[in-house]
């Protein structure tokens, strides 16, 4: 069985930073492609970033956290991170860690295993 658990979420100010982390436990970790997407209160599920298992592919980014978040992976530790600086209200979410079976995809349908979600919430 399949599990992800998020951490590091929290309450920071406009302009602060985060470091979000997924551990994965069961199945292999260094065959999936990870991801994380968030959600805001009555808001559809957004893209937020991917990585490959695959050193070959650049990692993916949403238009609105491009430049600011980062995603990396460490396969011996089995854990996905998304530093996020420069963080505004806008960032206010729940955020997801996601893994999939197939290549990096920016559509939730595409990803088997799910975390509970981490909150951040940013103020102004």
């Known amino acids: 069985q399949v599990q992800l658990a998020e951490s590091g979420g929290g309450l920071v100010q406009a302009g602060g930073s985060l470091t979000l982390s997924c551990v994965v436990s069961g199945g292999e970790f260094d065959t999936y492609s990870m991801a994380w997407f968030r959600q805001a209160p009555g808001k559809e599920r957004e893209f937020v970033s991917a990585i490959s298992w695959s050193d070959d592919e650049s990692p993916r980014y949403g238009t609105s956290?491009?430049?600011?978040?980062?995603?990396?992976?460490?396969?011996?530790?089995?854990?996905?991170?998304?530093?996020?600086?420069?963080?505004?209200?806008?960032?206010?979410?729940?955020?997801?860690?996601?893994?999939?079976?197939?290549?990096?995809?920016?559509?939730?349908?595409?990803?088997?295993?799910?975390?509970?979600?981490?909150?951040v919430t940013v103020s102004s």
């Open 65 to 119: 956290v491009k430049g600011r978040f980062t995603i990396a992976r460490d396969n011996a530790k089995k854990t996905v991170s998304l530093q996020m600086n420069r963080l505004a209200p806008k960032d206010t979410s729940i955020y997801y860690c996601a893994a999939s079976n197939y290549s990096m995809a920016t559509l939730e349908e595409f990803y088997d295993y799910w975390g509970q979600g981490t909150q």
